[in-house]
C-alpha cells in the first residue's frame, strides 16, 4: 500500500487530513522541550504511533541508500504544520476568551429583559459559556438554561450574577495560561530541527517495519 501511494499524490503536511497528526507530533515537541528535552514512554510511544501514521499518508518507502533523511523531512514538515494550527487556534480562543466577560454580561442582560416582558408561550433555551475547572486543567463550559417562566429567568440572572466573580478569576487565569502556550508554540520554531534529530529512532523503527 506504502509502494502504491508514493506513486500517487502525498497528503500534504498543512492539509486536513494531515492535520491531526501534525499537531500531535508538535504536542509531543512541545512536551519534549519542557522536559528538558526527554520523553516519558507513554509519549514515545504516541510519537511513535504519529509517525506510522504519517508513513502511510506521506508514503515513507524503507528502501533506498537512505530512506530516513525523507522521513525526517517530513517529521521537520508536520512539526512546524502543526506548530502553525496550534498558534491560530491559540488566537482563536485568546480573542474569545478576551471576550468571554461581556458575552456573558450581554447574555445575562437578553435573560433579564425576556423576564421583564413576561410573554412566555413555550420554554427558551439559553446557552452560555464560561471558564471552569475539569480535572487538573481550566477549560471552555457551556451549559444551557432552559427557562419557562419569568421567575426563572430572574433566577438565571441571579445565578449568572453570584457565579460571575469565580468565572472573571478562572477566566483570567485560563487567559494566561492560553498565553504562555503561545510562548511554548512560539519557541518550538528554533527546537523543530534538534527534535526531529531526536526522533531519528523512532522514525527508524516505523520503517523497519516497512520491510
Known sequence: MLEDMSARTRVGPGSAEARPTAIKIASIAIAWIKQERHLRVRQREELRRAFATAA???????????????????????????????????????????????????TADSIAKMAEKGDW????????????????????????????????????????????????????QMLEDLKGKQKQVKGLEAEIKDFAE?????????????H
Open 198 to 210: 531526536f526522533a531519528r529512532g523512532l522514525v527508524d523503527d516505523v520503517l523497519a517495519i516497512l
Open 121 to 172: 408561550d413555550e420554554p427558551v433555551e439559553v446557552d452560555y459559556s464560561f471558564t471552569g475547572r475539569e480535572e487538573d486543567h481550566l477549560a471552555t463550559k457551556t451549559e444551557t438554561f432552559t427557562l419557562a417562566n419569568a421567575d426563572e429567568a430572574r433566577d438565571a440572572v441571579a445565578l449568572m450574577e453570584k457565579k460571575s466573580g469565580s468565572w472573571e478569576t478562572l477566566r483570567v
Open 56 to 106: 502511510e499518508f506521506r508514503g515513507w518507502i524503507a528502501s533506498g541508500p537512505n530512506p530516513t533523511d525523507p522521513a525526517i523531512k517530513d517529521v521537520i514538515s508536520l512539526t512546524k504544520a502543526g506548530a502553525k494550527h496550534m498558534a491560530q487556534d491559540l488566537v482563536e480562543r485568546v480573542a474569545l476568551k478576551k471576550k468571554e466577560s461581556q458575552t456573558l454580561q450581554k
